[in-house]
C-alpha cells in the first residue's frame, strides 16, 4: 500500500518568488514513479513533473525542479520565478511501475501566487 | 498529444435517474482508464479501473450496481451512475494512460471533469 503526505494545506508567495511544496511517501514497491499534478480553478488535472525512482537525478521542467530524497521517501517541488498562473492545488501521487496501477494522491497544498 | 475529453461538462438530473458520463482519448489509444470522484476541497478518489474489453476493477467500497463502467474501445470509456441520489452528486474525473515507453504507459492524463447535480 502507499501513503502520501502533504503537510501543508496551504501556501502562498508572491509573485516571481520561489516556493516549494513539500511531500512525503510510504511505499513497498521497488519500481515507482512520482508525480506531481495541479489542479487549477477549472478543475483540469495538469501534469506538472514526474520523476523516475531509480533515477538519481531530479527531474525538472522549466521553472519547475523537484528534490527526490528516495531514502527519506521524500518528494519537493519547486516553483521558480512564481506566475499567477501557478495559482492552483498541487497533488504529489507516487505510482508503482505498471500501466494499470493506480496512483495515490495526497490531500493537497492549496497555492496561491500574490501579484 | 495526449487529449482526454469528457462529456458532458456538466449534468443536473432528478433523483432516481440514471446518467452517463463519457470519457475519451482524441489523440492516443489509451490502454487503461481510471475513474475518480472529488469532492469539493478534497483530494481525488479511485472509483475503478477499466481495460478495453475486460471488466472494471472497482476499489473497495465503490458500489458495482449504481457506478457501471464500461469500456468498449481503445478510446472510449463510460460510467453510468445509476438510479442516481443526492449524495452521488460530485466531480467526476476520468483519466488514461497510453501505450509507448515505460513513462508514457505509466502516466496518465486527465480529462476536464464532469460535474454531476442530483436534485
Known amino acids: 500500500a502507499q501513503t502520501v503526505t502533504q503537510s501543508q494545506p496551504e501556501m502562498s508567495v508572491q509573485e516571481a518568488e520561489t516556493v516549494t511544496l513539500s511531500c512525503t511517501y510510504d511505499?513497498?514497491?521497488?519500481?515507482?514513479?512520482l508525480f506531481w499534478y495541479k489542479q487549477p480553478p477549472s478543475r483540469q488535472m495538469i501534469l506538472v513533473i514526474r520523476q523516475e525512482a531509480y533515477k538519481q537525478q531530479n527531474a525538472t521542467e522549466n521553472r519547475f525542479s523537484v528534490n527526490f530524497q528516495k531514502a527519506a521517501k521524500s518528494f519537493s517541488l519547486k516553483i521558480s520565478d512564481s506566475q499567477l498562473g501557478d495559482t492552483a492545488m498541487y497533488f504529489c501521487a507516487p505510482h508503482a511501475q505498471g500501466g494499470s496501477e493506480k496512483l495515490v494522491f495526497g490531500k493537497g497544498t492549496k497555492l496561491t501566487v500574490n501579484p | 498529444g495526449a487529449v482526454v475529453s469528457q462529456h458532458p461538462s456538466r449534468v443536473i438530473c432528478k433523483s432516481g435517474t440514471s446518467v452517463k458520463i463519457e470519457c475519451r482519448s482524441l489523440?492516443?489509444?489509451?490502454?487503461?482508464m481510471f475513474w475518480y470522484r472529488q469532492f469539493p476541497k478534497q483530494s481525488l478518489m479511485l472509483m475503478a479501473t477499466?481495460?478495453?474489453?475486460?471488466?472494471?476493477?472497482?476499489e473497495q467500497g465503490v458500489e458495482k450496481d449504481k457506478f457501471l463502467i464500461n469500456h468498449a474501445s481503445l478510446t472510449l470509456s463510460t460510467l453510468t451512475v445509476t438510479s442516481a441520489h443526492p449524495e452521488d452528486s460530485s466531480f467526476y474525473i476520468c483519466?488514461?494512460?497510453?501505450?509507448?515507453?515505460?513513462?508514457?504507459?505509466?502516466?496518465?492524463?486527465f480529462g476536464p471533469g464532469t460535474r454531476l447535480t442530483v436534485l
Open positions: 483519466s488514461a494512460t497510453r501505450a509507448g515507453t515505460a513513462a508514457q504507459a505509466d502516466t496518465q492524463y
Open positions: 511505499t513497498s514497491e521497488s519500481n515507482y514513479y
Open positions: 489523440d492516443f489509444q489509451a490502454t487503461t
Open positions: 477499466s481495460n478495453e474489453g475486460s471488466k472494471a476493477t472497482y
